[in-house]
């Protein structure tokens, strides 16, 4: 404050700046009040990938893609022809099972989920025993680990903090989307400024409550004040008024004051439905389905059923496919490549209602298509001695069968026609 003051001051120093023309000098002060008082509290927040997470929708929406994702089952299938069957013995297993010493499958999985959600690269190091399988999983932070592409050899490597470069074969790369191909973009940084709208709303909510938001109003005295007696009044009535644990209390009032409330005006309060729709926008930038952050505004039960499977096809499965890939080309050695495959199990997200699920079991039962095990094995249940014997109705044939069963029909019928009768024969 005093700072401008005194800049003010100095243009009526004398007489030789008085002098100057009525616009310099309106803009001179304009710059001096300004300056000092406005650009600071306009200037937006400074939004950084992890800073983000502040946002309650950004927090939201990476911990239901990581949380996710994280819970699905991962198998290692071997190939058997057209069939697949569990490698139950093979020691990638384990490794997923157990990365390294501090960590398990969920949290390697949910790394590298938040590492793509927030600086859009995801990042993993893979070290090998001498048979070049690998034995250890390192987790590495997106921030200490850049990569590098060399365009004469279309080598890739990534370069870690302590200067070490490591080929891409021994990096779990998983990244967002990318414009070079090789390191993802990250979406704080590309959605900068409507995040830090988002975070301007959030802070001005904040202030907004503090000073009393729904106390705002005047405070009318019939005589003027002293100059000591305006400052106990002012200091006594903000420390009664201010505040949310001062909100809805009454006020003391002496000397013949009286209060009167002025509502809020609509500016004021429109940061609500700002942040609502910035809420949305969050939702819109990582894919997320609105009702799954608490945005309950277009949700009905007819369609949240329908935006969860959309949630899966084109939200999750991107994510999924590409932690298959990068599992198959980076923990499998060359010689496996054709015979095992990593594969998530996603039929637990796309399970619908238990009436609709019931009528879709019974129906691949009637036909065939499954045993009894298989679906008391979808249902977490134990098996049971002969339930591996697949059934069908007795009155579904193949069309070759009913076609042949049709026309020995129709001989015998014939033969029939044309057998004398005993009645003929007497």
């Keep these: 404050m005093a700072n401008w003051l005194s800049r003010i001051s100095s243009l009526f120093s004398s007489s030789e700046k008085r002098s100057g023309s009525s616009a310099e000098f309106e803009s001179a002060v304009n710059a001096a009040l300004l300056g000092a008082t406005v650009s600071d509290n306009t200037s937006l927040p400074v939004i950084t990938p992890e800073g983000a997470l502040n946002l309650s929708a950004v927090w939201a929406c990476v911990r239901i893609l990581s949380d996710t994702v994280g819970t699905l089952p991962i198998h290692l299938f071997r190939r058997d022809g057209e069939d697949r069957i569990p490698a139950s013995d093979h020691p990638l297993r384990s490794l997923l099972a ?25 990042y993993v190091r893979i070290f090998r025993d001498k048979n070049f399988r690998p034995e250890r999983l390192q987790l590495l932070k997106p921030y200490d680990c850049t990569p590098y592409l060399n365009d004469r050899t279309e080598e890739l490597f990534y370069r870690t903090k302590y200067g070490e470069m490591v080929p891409a074969y021994d990096m779990i790369h998983l990244r967002g989307l990318s414009s070079n191909g090789y390191e993802g973009l990250s979406p704080i ?21 503090n000073q009393g938001g729904n106390m705002s109003g005047v405070f009318k005295y019939p005589s003027v004040l002293k100059p000591e007696s305006y400052e106990r009044l002012k200091r006594d009535l903000l420390a009664q008024s201010t505040g949310m644990h001062n909100a809805h209390t009454p006020l003391l009032l002496e000397g013949g004051m009286t209060y009167e409330r002025i509502s809020i005006p609509p500016d004021d309060a429109q940061f609500i439905a700002t942040r609502k729709f910035q809420k949305t926008e969050i939702a819109t930038i990582y894919g997320v389905p609105p009702h799954m952050i608490a945005d309950l505004e277009r949700a009905t039960n007819n369609n949240i059923e329908q935006q969860a499977m959309e949630f899966v096809q084109y939200c999750l499965l991107p994510y999924i496919i590409k932690l298959e890939e990068e599992f198959n080309r980076k923990l499998l050695r060359e010689d496996e490549f054709d015979s095992l495959f990593f594969k998530f199990n996603v039929n637990g997200l796309l399970r619908a209602d238990v009436k609709s699920r ?3 079991v019974y129906k691949l039962y009637l036909i065939g298509a499954i045993t009894a095990n298989e679906v008391r094995h979808w249902e977490e249940l134990n098996s049971y001695s002969g339930g591996d014997v697949f059934f069908r109705q007795a009155n579904m044939l193949p069309v070759n069968e009913l076609t042949n069963m049709l026309t020995s029909a129709q001989g015998t019928t014939n033969d029939n026609l044309l057998k004398p009768s005993n009645d003929d024969n007497e």
């Design 98 to 122: 157990k990365p390294n010493s501090y960590t398990n499958k969920f949290y390697l999985i949910q790394h590298l989920m938040v590492g793509c959600a927030l600086w859009g690269n995801g």
């Design 358 to 360: 019931g009528e879709w």
């Design 189 to 209: 940084a590309v959605h900068r400024e409507n995040l830090q709208l988002t975070e301007a709303a959030q802070r001005y909510g904040v202030k907004f409550f």
